[in-house]
């Protein structure tokens, strides 16, 4: 049965052709270079949509003998081909832009095809909303990853209709590749950045500080009857958190009473880290630490 993020990307392909269709007329209605700039990206919409149903898909494969830990990875190289394609969209902006600023040409009812350009940002902006508040729900990095991509398309019509619209009203034809060039600079910075975040879950990143500081927090007040916590490792693959540390107990501790000790920590880190993996390693007083991650009273 498909999951929930595989479903919003069977919808999102859906949405994904109808919003290029839109912007399709609305550039053979006008010739405009900018609004020609827009569908160029939504077609990459559409092919991100793809890759991102193939990754959910996978994703979602329970762990197995030769991956133990799942395929939540699929994710983040979903996300990675995703800038990709988004990067060379924009250059591909970039050289339309520069041959329309060489040889400009006039616009056909503008008004009509900039209409028709904002009802399918309209859905895209919905749509979009959506994949971003459903995909940190259900902690799904190409979900989100997904969403990004269509506000950035969303802006960046935005602009490109304001651009239309002031080259009909002023006949700088000029403008309209100048719009198209600033759409495919903001489209390259977006990129970027949902690369580099893309690359830092492939590369194992810890967790943000305000988390581990809270992760920190829950074995101070927690596992009372130890005596320290260090080693604290954290990491995010996919829709699953891992978390790990040592911990050191009295020596003449019982196994049982410790055993309790990580029963309750594992209880309250999964409470405050939704689909998270606790793995503790029980030390001996002996193996503390004079500079312990956290100290417990």
Request: glycine share 8%.
């Amino acid at each position: 049965m498909p999951t929930r993020a595989a479903r919003f990307s069977v919808v999102t392909i859906a949405v994904g052709v109808i919003v290029l269709g839109m912007k399709y007329v609305g550039y053979l209605l006008t010739g405009s270079i900018a609004l020609y700039s827009d569908a160029l990206e939504s077609i990459i919409n559409v092919a991100t949509a793809v890759v991102t149903l193939i990754a959910v898909s996978v994703s979602a494969i329970p762990a197995d003998s030769n991956h133990p830990y799942g395929h939540n990875k699929a994710e983040y190289l979903s996300a990675v081909l995703e800038s990709t394609l988004i990067l060379v969209a924009a250059f591909t902006i970039l050289r339309e832009a520069y041959e329309g600023f060489l040889r400009p040409r006039p616009l056909e009812t503008p008004l009509l095809g900039t209409a028709i350009n904002l009802a399918a940002t309209l859905i895209n902006g919905v749509w979009g909303a959506m994949l971003m508040r459903y995909g940190r729900r259900w902690r799904s990095p190409a979900l989100v990853a997904d969403g990004r991509h269509l506000w950035t398309d969303v802006i960046s019509s935005v602009g490109v209709a304001a651009g239309v619209a002031l080259v009909a009203l002023t006949g700088w034809l000029r403008l309209d590749a100048i719009v198209a060039g600033l759409v495919a600079l903001h489209i390259l910075w977006s990129g970027w950045r949902l690369m580099r975040e893309s690359v830092g879950g492939l590369m194992d990143e810890a967790l943000p500080e305000e988390i581990v500081a809270g992760v920190r927090q829950i074995i101070r007040d927690t596992a009372t009857g130890a005596m320290q916590a260090n080693m604290l490792r954290s990491r995010r693959s996919g829709s699953r958190v891992f978390i790990e540390f040592n911990l050191v107990v009295p020596g003449d501790m019982p196994v049982a009473a410790a055993h309790a000790i990580c029963d309750r920590l594992e209880d309250a880190i999964q409470r405050y880290v939704e689909g998270s993996s606790i793995v503790i390693h029980l030390e001996p007083e002996q193996r503390a630490l004079a500079s312990p991650d956290v100290r417990i009273s």
